[in-house]
Antibody, heavy 119, light 107 residues
Framework: QLQLQESGPGLVKPSETLSLTCTVS??????????WGWIRQPPGKGLEWIGT???????YYNPSLKSRVTISVDTSNNQFSLKLSSVTAADTAVYYC???????????WGQGTLVTVSS | DIQMTQSPSSLSASVGDRVTITCRAS??????LNWYQQKPGKAPKFLIY???SLQSGVPSRFSGSGSGTDFTLTISTLQPEDFATYYC?????????FGGGTKVEIK
């Protein structure tokens, strides 16, 4: 069974870049039927898909965030990463990484990490 | 973007009750509809895919139905561990979008 774990700073200053990494265990990030996604949830609110990457490096981004988002993959370390630039308080959220099987469902999730944007 | 609207936004129910949650898409999404359960402070748990297929390990009291624009999640006999917030998600077209959630509370 896949396990995912987010890591990265819990506090980011406004206008700076949020950077998170997701480490995958229990399976290969290069598995052909798995894509890998990032989803976020502001405190007390609903879920928002940020973007998804395939092990080949092909990316899919939410148009609402596309200008600020970069997702990358490191197959040698079984990891994928999120960078969100020019953050504001509105980017404060719990950030989840998840497997995005067949690019159509989020079946395994990390525990989530709270990122607060504040000076 | 396809908008997903869930109703009700919250409901109160008792253990043993039958609970139905509705999810409506702003346009047809065929059967590209998934359901998730989220408990406070926890990540969402994947329950149902393709509108009606139960993910492995999910109790059979959970079921999903619908196609096109209207979908339902039914819990046949509510258990104490089922009190949570439920989200639908469409994967028919990018961006993948979620409903606003339905909180199932104890009556």
């Amino acid at each position: 069974q896949l396990q995912l774990q987010e890591s990265g700073p819990g506090l980011v200053k406004p206008s700076e870049t949020l950077s998170l990494t997701c480490t995958v265990s229990g399976g290969s990030i290069s598995s052909s039927n798995y894509y890998w996604g990032w989803i976020r949830q502001p405190p007390g609110k609903g879920l928002e898909w940020i973007g998804t990457i395939y092990y080949s490096g092909t990316t899919y981004y939410n148009p609402s965030l596309k200008s600020r988002v970069t997702i990358s993959v490191d197959t040698s370390n079984n990891q994928f990463s999120l960078k969100l630039s020019s953050v504001t308080a509105a980017d404060t959220a719990v950030y989840y990484c998840a497997s995005n099987s067949n690019y159509d469902r989020f079946d395994y999730w990390g525990q989530g990490t709270l990122v607060t944007v504040s000076s | 973007d396809i908008q997903m609207t869930q109703s009700p936004s919250s409901l109160s129910a008792s253990v043993g009750d039958r609970v139905t949650i509705t999810c409506r898409a702003s346009q047809s999404i065929s059967s590209y509809l998934n359901w998730y359960q989220q408990k406070p402070g926890k990540a969402p748990k994947f329950l149902i895919y393709a509108a009606s297929s139960l993910q492995s390990g999910v109790p059979s009291r959970f079921s999903g139905s619908g196609s096109g624009t209207d979908f339902t999640l039914t819990i046949s006999t509510l258990q104490p561990e089922d009190f949570a917030t439920y989200y639908c998600q469409q994967s028919y077209s990018a961006p993948q979008t979620f409903g606003g959630g339905t909180k199932v509370e104890i009556k």
